[in-house]
């Protein structure tokens, strides 16, 4: 079996419960995820998934036609996604309803305005597969780096999700001076916003981990977490995936289409000034209308002391 879904972590972490449902329904199947290498780690985690290295749709799929059994489309409604999938000539096709040219593919049709986690669990239901939308669980890594840490996670993968770093500088400061441990994580990338969060926190550089951590070393920091504070981003699917306490900052995107499951999570934003332009060079007014104290009251509700 062979899946697609050549996007980056957020994107892979909502696609958790249709992957679980997959392994459960097709276990005489190697199932194999096609995605980016730099998630390798994760995909690990998923357990029952080997990764086969593919990044966007510029390049065929890279398995020769005829060997793929059962081809799932999981990452979008085509036509170019659907036939990278036919150009291997599966005995078997899962995916959204296609009639463009070139892509002649049954299924249900596709609904913008669905969570992305209902989306692909319930495109499975449409083939008869059973699935639950609410199975994100991944495993956990062997070392859960710094057990009880708060995990601040300022950076996100577009500017239009940036909260300001002077917020984050005093949600992070607040939670240090109630004695809470603090670490900072992000990319190599995001290093310098990370360690400005520090100064402006008054924590020492050492307790900024963004650009030291690989994918695997984040998992275990965020599963051994007491809470995560992060944008609308890869982090905080990991905060959902292991049930750990997060609240989550929304700006562009609707907490509706991408927002955690039920359980210890809180989404703030401000619906009404939302402008959904996620490739703006400026934040969003819906996460920029959030201010530091709604995270601090956020995270009292979920029981956790602040100052």
């Not at 998934?49 to 020769?64: K, N, S």
């Not at 307790?207 to 992060?230: I, K, P």
């Not at 927002?259 to 703030?268: F, I, K, Q, S």
Request: charged letters at 20%; aromatic letters at 4%; hydrophobic letters at 50%.
């Amino acid at each position: 079996m062979l899946v697609l879904r050549a996007l980056k972590l957020g994107d892979l972490l909502v696609a958790v419960p249709a992957l679980h449902a997959l392994g459960r329904a097709f276990p005489e199947h190697r199932l194999r995820l096609a995605a980016p290498a730099w998630l390798a780690p994760i995909v690990e985690l998923i357990g029952g998934v080997e990764l086969l290295d593919m990044v966007g749709l510029e390049v065929p799929v890279p398995l020769e036609p005829g060997i793929v059994d059962v081809a799932v489309n999981l990452h979008g409604a085509g036509p170019q996604s659907h036939e990278r999938l036919d150009a291997l000539a599966p005995r078997r096709r899962i995916g959204y309803l296609c009639r463009a040219a070139g892509s002649s593919w049954d299924g249900p049709a596709w609904v913008e305005q669905m969570h992305e986690r209902e989306r692909w669990t319930s495109l499975l239901g449409w083939y008869g597969i059973e699935a639950n939308p609410l199975e994100v669980d991944l495993d956990v890594p062997a070392s859960l780096v710094v057990p009880g840490a708060v995990v601040v996670h300022p950076g996100a993968g577009s500017a239009s999700r940036l909260w300001p770093v002077g917020h984050f500088g005093q949600v992070a400061g607040a939670l240090a001076r109630a004695g809470h441990r603090v670490v900072i994580t992000g990319d190599a990338a995001e290093r310098p916003r990370a360690l400005e969060v520090a100064r402006l926190a008054g924590l020492p550089p050492g307790e900024v981990l963004a650009g030291r951590l690989d994918l695997s070393a984040l998992a275990g920091l965020v599963a051994g977490s007491l809470l995560v504070v992060s944008a609308d981003t890869g982090v905080a699917h990991l905060a959902s995936a292991y049930r750990r306490p997060s609240v989550v900052l929304f700006g562009p995107a609707p907490a509706s289409r991408w927002g955690p499951p039920p359980g210890p999570h809180r989404v703030l934003t401000d619906e009404s000034q939302r402008r959904g332009e996620v490739d703006s060079p400026e934040p969003d007014p819906a996460l920029v209308a959030v201010r530091p104290s709604q995270v601090l009251a956020a995270v009292a509700e979920l029981g956790i002391g602040v100052l």
